[in-house]
């Protein structure tokens, strides 16, 4: 293990580096760069000088091609003109700021951290469809969690080919981080393993590694399920964080994987992946609306800025809203 242990820092939001460090200042412009298309779309509508209807349709054909979708686009351009109203707003830059509040306002209830404090070994068991990011994920939340001096074993419970486990393998050797693993394929039994040598070894989290799976392969949706018993019966009351991980540039699809993993597993938490890439980022709003519309909202706990390690942040909605409508 790398770190000295120390409990009791709960305040992980307090974790979150000054506003201004040179680590900020670089994930952050990563974030703008990769949400680039939809800004330019975006802020190059508030260029003229008038508020009038052409510029409400407009932005409402920006909003649904960056993957806001028709509703909540439909709701959001009902708050702004309220708010529009409301303020007297005049300037096209005024109407830009209002509609990053606005956005802002949506989001904000998607802001959240890990409890980790909740429970120890706190299990966290990480799920989504091939290819989001997931195993790429684990390696740079090892990582962030060191940083806060946890300690961190990892399952490696993506069993379906040798590949993945030596994946798994290289992220935690680079974070000096055990990885438990199995010749075998059962994924379940790797994470029950798992989660008795994360007691034995008094480790702070325990984060299990998943097979990519489809929501319409019933039979691995039924495995996923069968890898949260798993855990339960190991350890009653684990997971303690069901985490889907989401491909920032899968767009509305999103949304799709969000209702079948949350009926698969009762999903505590999102991580959205390859911000920096060429996703257009309304997705966000999207389902940080319906979760609101079903009183249930979904912590986007972290935002996937790139492949390296450091490449993983807590994600705040205001600082999203601002890349995604060109607004400090
Ligand atoms: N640019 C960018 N690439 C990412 C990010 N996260 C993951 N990737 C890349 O996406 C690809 C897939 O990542 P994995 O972590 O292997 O995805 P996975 O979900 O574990 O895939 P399966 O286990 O095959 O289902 C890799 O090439 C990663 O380097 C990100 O935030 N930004
Ligand atoms: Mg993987």
Redesign the pocket.
């Known amino acids: 293990m790398l770190s000295a242990r120390m409990h009791g820092d709960a305040q992980i939001l307090a974790d979150r580096p000054p506003m201004n460090s040179p680590a900020k200042t670089g994930w952050l412009a990563r974030l703008k760069q990769g949400l680039s298309r939809t800004r330019v779309n975006i802020a190059g509508l508030f260029s003229g000088g008038v508020i009038d209807e052409a510029l409400f349709d407009d932005l409402e054909t920006a909003l649904i091609a960056a993957d806001v979708g028709v509703a909540t686009t439909g709701e959001l351009l009902d708050k702004l003109r309220a708010r529009i109203k409301l303020q007297g707003l005049k300037t096209p830059l005024e109407v830009r700021d209002a509609l990053r509040d606005e956005l802002a306002a949506l989001l904000a209830p998607s802001e959240g951290a890990l409890p980790l404090d909740a429970a120890r070994p706190f299990v966290v068991m990480v799920a ?10 684990i390696g740079k939340l090892a990582h962030w969690l060191a940083d806060r001096h946890k300690t961190v074993l990892l399952a490696a419970g ?1 069993t379906f080919r040798a590949a ?1 486990r030596e ?1 798994l393998a290289v992220w935690g050797q680079r974070n000096g981080v055990e990885v438990i693993q199995q010749a075998s394929g059962d994924p379940a039994a790797v994470v029950f393993d798992a989660v008795n040598a994360a007691r034995a070894r008094g480790v702070d989290v325990l984060i299990a ?1 998943t ?2 799976r489809l929501p319409t392969q019933a039979h691995l949706m039924e495995e996923l399920k069968r890898i949260r018993r798993a855990l339960d019966k190991a350890l009653p009351g684990a997971p303690h964080a069901a985490i889907l ?1 989401v491909d920032g540039t899968n767009g509305q699809n999103a949304l799709a994987q969000v209702r079948a993993f949350d009926d698969a597993v009762g999903l505590t938490g999102l991580i959205v ?5 060429t996703a257009k980022g309304g997705v966000l709003a999207a389902i940080a609306a319906e979760r609101a519309r079903q009183g249930k909202p979904l912590p986007f706990l972290f935002i ?4 390296g390690l450091a ?2 942040q807590p994600f705040v909605a205001r600082e999203f809203a601002g890349a995604l409508v060109g607004s400090e």
Do not use: C
């Open positions: 989504g469809v091939n290819g989001a990011g997931k195993t790429t994920s993506d993945a994946q590694d097979a990519g991980v992946t390859k911000l920096d890439g996937g800025v790139g492949e490449d993983l």
